[in-house]
């Protein structure tokens, strides 16, 4: 039991690492990342993957998608990677009750067949999870991809998820693996939290452990846990906890960079491993790929599935400006060796000053500035429409929308779509033709490094309500399968 909560007035410790789905914050596109699989696990019959760096909330998301699947499914939760293609066989089976007889892989199937079709005629259905999937051998990820096949005259037995790190992406970019990847309808992947999320997270877990009063974790204190972090949750969880024991062995209930540079110095975070600089372009296109998971949920009906790699997070570090308290001695664990570097408190600049003229000078007007950078349209540009005229049509239009709409107009985004192959994409138009005017809609690509997503928005409209108005007249189809956001000009054209 942590020692500082009643020093703060906590019913029982914030900051947790182990999952507990009463704790799970579904702010950061992690709310709508659980409905997204929700979706694709209820109303879908392909392999779903969820994939994301250590410590960004995997397992949390596994154990609340459990909790609050519907009562008929059954759910079998392996976390052993190890297995072998016969041994996880038997791990289903036990699982559901029947172990399977023999040691042979074959007759091992055979019997989980007659189990998952006894269970399927008596209206329940299985999902299984499993985590650590990158770990697995390649012979078990194939056993996974037999077990997809398994299916009645309509229906599949089987809905398989796998969880792992961003390994798993690279383990299923092998040739080995093309057929397995083709079977996997839906992609999702937990990004790190931004300064501002990391904020509403602190908050959010505070609250949920019974804190009732103002603010404890400073602006400044909260900064620094988002760069020592890396933005990953788990990580979050331990400094948070650790700057809190510094403000209760220093009879503090704030904490401030003081204290969270006692929690840096305690402890010892592993590098992050990143392909490319987490600039505000990066995080920007990291939470665009991020939003259209649900989307990206609700669109089977049209596209197969994608990939995306937003770019991971790296701390800053520097030499702390002052002596920092030490910790008191943990009941849990050792403190660990400070790092030879901290993250260290940023100040913001202090504001230029103004000069205020009794007169006002005649200035020569200036052109307005183009509304779309040289980047950004090349960057446009540098998605290949191929041999899809419709696709081609509404990429102009897009471009075209995007350099002259004013920043505050808006549009309805339908959904977000990580796979931006032009052929599904001009699939999609072909249908959509027959339900709006083509000519309402835009299709909008947004590069992460050489990869692209595409984002589809509908209409032009003066203000954000006006555009939910509009919303509400597209046809039942839509209204069903995708959960529309309203978003304005100025943030389509952040991102790119």
């Not at 914030?14 to 109303?43: C, K, N, S, V, W």
């Not at 403000?247 to 006692?262: I, K, M, S, Y």
């Not at 032009?460 to 978003?487: C, D, T, V």
Request: charged share 20%; net charge neutral; proline share 9%.
């Amino acid at each position: 039991m942590a020692l500082y909560l009643d020093h703060f007035g906590l019913h029982e410790p914030p900051f947790r690492i182990t999952p507990h789905p009463d704790f799970f914050f579904d702010g950061a596109d992690r709310g709508a990342t659980l409905e997204g699989l929700m979706y694709a696990i209820l109303h879908d019959e392909g392999i779903v993957k969820l994939s994301g760096e250590i410590g960004s909330g995997k397992t949390t998301l596994c154990r609340v998608l459990m909790e609050r699947l519907p009562g008929e499914v059954e759910t079998v939760f392996l976390a052993n990677p190890s297995y072998s293609r016969t041994e996880i066989l038997h791990a289903i089976a036990e699982e559901l009750g029947r172990p399977a007889r023999g040691d042979m892989a074959a007759p091992a199937l055979r019997d989980l067949q007659a189990q998952l079709i006894e269970l399927y005629a008596s209206g329940r259905r299985v999902v299984v999870m499993i985590d650590e999937a990158h770990a697995m051998p390649e012979e078990t990820l194939e056993q996974v991809r037999l077990l997809s096949n398994l299916e009645s005259s309509r229906h599949k037995l089987l809905q398989i998820v796998l969880f792992g790190q961003p390994e798993l992406d690279m383990a299923l970019a092998k040739p080995s693996m093309r057929q397995l990847k083709d079977r996997i309808t839906h992609s999702f992947r937990t990004r790190p939290l931004a300064v501002d999320e990391v904020a509403k997270y602190v908050s959010f877990r505070m609250r949920a452990a019974g804190y009732k009063g103002p603010e404890v974790f400073s602006k400044s204190a909260i900064a620094l846990i988002a760069r020592a972090s890396s933005g990953l949750t788990r990580r979050i969880n331990v400094l948070c906890d650790k700057s809190l024991l510094a403000a209760f062995a220093g009879n503090t209930h704030a904490v401030t960079p003081r204290e969270v540079r006692a929690a840096i110095a305690d402890s010892d975070f592993a590098p992050i491993a990143e392909s490319e600089p987490r600039g505000p372009r990066a995080l920007a296109a990291a939470a665009l790929l991020a939003c259209g998971a649900v989307a990206g949920a609700g669109i089977f009906y049209w596209l197969d599935r994608g990939s995306g790699a937003p770019a991971g997070a790296s701390p800053a570090t520097a030499t702390p400006a002052a002596p920092v308290p030490a910790l008191p001695a943990s009941p849990v664990a050792p403190a660990s060796p400070p790092p030879a570097a901290v993250a260290a408190e940023t100040k913001a600049p202090a504001p230029a000053a103004t000069a205020v003229a009794s007169a006002p000078a005649a200035v020569p007007e200036k052109p307005a500035a183009p509304l779309l950078a040289p980047e950004q349209l090349r960057r446009l540009e540098g998605y290949n429409a191929g041999r899809n005229p419709l696709l081609r049509e509404r990429l102009a239009a897009a471009r075209e929308k995007l350099a002259g709409e004013p920043d505050g107009t808006y549009s309805i985004e339908l959904f977000v779509a990580e796979n931006s192959d032009p052929a599904r994409m001009e699939r999609f138009l072909l249908r959509a033709r027959e339900l709006v005017p083509l000519s309402d809609l835009y299709v909008i690509p947004v590069a992460a490094g050489s990869r692209y997503s595409v984002r589809v928005v509908y209409g032009a409209y003066g203000g954000k309500q006006e555009s939910a108005e509009a919303a509400k007249h597209l046809p039942p189809k839509y209204q069903k399968a995708f959960n529309f956001q309203f978003r304005s000009f100025a943030e389509l054209r952040a991102p790119l």
